[in-house]
């Protein structure tokens, strides 16, 4: 299984990366790119974790709104 988000530019991929990690969520970007982040669960992820993954991205989804807001 294998998710990702694409972001405008590596900025904000890097804040979305720090933002999961600061959740416990661990997501990497691609080579030498962070406008994807890739979130790569395990197989066995079960319906719980799947919602704790989501939730964490909305969250960092919903820090990234107010930091742009903000600038």
Same mark, same amino acid.
Do not use: H
């Given at each position: 299984?294998?998710? !990702?988000?694409?972001?405008? +530019?590596?900025?904000?991929?890097? +804040?979305?990366?720090?933002?999961?990690?600061?959740?416990?969520?661990?997501?990497?970007?691609? /080579?030498?790119?962070?406008?994807?982040?890739?979130?790569?669960?395990?197989?066995?992820?079960?319906?719980?974790?799947?919602?704790?993954?989501?939730?964490? !991205?909305? /969250? !960092? /989804?919903?820090? /990234?709104?107010?930091?742009?807001?903000?600038?």
């Amino acid at each position: 299984m294998l998710m !990702a988000i694409e972001f405008v +530019d590596n900025e904000i991929g890097y +804040d979305f990366a720090s933002e999961m990690f600061r959740q416990r969520v661990l997501v990497a970007g691609t /080579l030498n790119n962070a406008r994807t982040i890739r979130i790569e669960p395990p197989l066995t992820l079960t319906p719980e974790q799947c919602e704790q993954v989501l939730k964490a !991205a909305r /969250l !960092a /989804l919903s820090a /990234l709104r107010v930091s742009v807001e903000e600038a």
